[in-house]
């Protein structure tokens, strides 16, 4: 896995700890019995529900390896010592759409912590790029899906 920091509010790292323990005993009891009522129907050959499970079971332990390196390399962001003046991780940001005149908040930060319902978009993310470093006032121009976006930075805050 990768030996990169990944930057957590308290409250991400939280959850991830809290996922990742749910994981590794009632998601892995889970697929134990998936497993092993698959099992009791015999020929394990050609059984389908047997292979899914199986599956499953792949791609459970792999997302509780990625959690664990997720959490192994995570570093505490303290929203004090964050420059509020410009947008980093933590920042919430509004913005406006300088074609719809419309203002949307984003707050930045982490990719494992992305919710876009709820505005939380990632550093990562084109649009979470194209505001970091930036100040108010700033004209962003953005690559989307959709074509490229000009946002203007109306606030910044912490």
Do not use: W
């Not at 030996?3 to 889970?30: I, N, S, W």
């Not at 980093?88 to 707050?107: A, D, R």
């Not at 930045?108 to 649009?127: C, M, N, Q, T």
């Not at 790029?129 to 912490?158: H, M, N, Q, T, Y």
């Amino acid at each position: 896995m990768s030996d990169k920091p990944v930057y957590l509010t308290a409250d991400g790292l939280q959850k991830l700890k809290d996922e990742l323990q749910y994981l590794r005993t009632k998601g892995r009891a889970q697929i134990a019995e998936a497993i092993a009522e698959a099992r009791a129907q015999g020929d394990l050959s050609e059984n389908a529900e047997y292979d899914a499970a199986k599956e499953e079971q792949g791609h459970l332990e792999a997302r509780i390896a990625k959690m664990e390196s997720t959490i192994a390399n995570a570093r505490l962001v303290d929203e004090t010592k964050v420059d509020s003046s410009k947008a980093f991780i933590l920042s919430n940001v509004k913005v406006k759409n300088l074609k719809t005149k419309s203002e949307q908040l984003y707050t930045l930060v982490s990719p494992e912590e992305a919710d876009l319902a709820s505005g939380r978009i990632s550093i990562k993310s084109p649009i979470g790029k194209g505001l970091l470093g930036k100040s108010v006032g700033d004209v962003v121009e953005v690559s989307v899906p959709a074509g490229v976006v000009k946002f203007e930075i109306v606030e910044i805050s912490r």
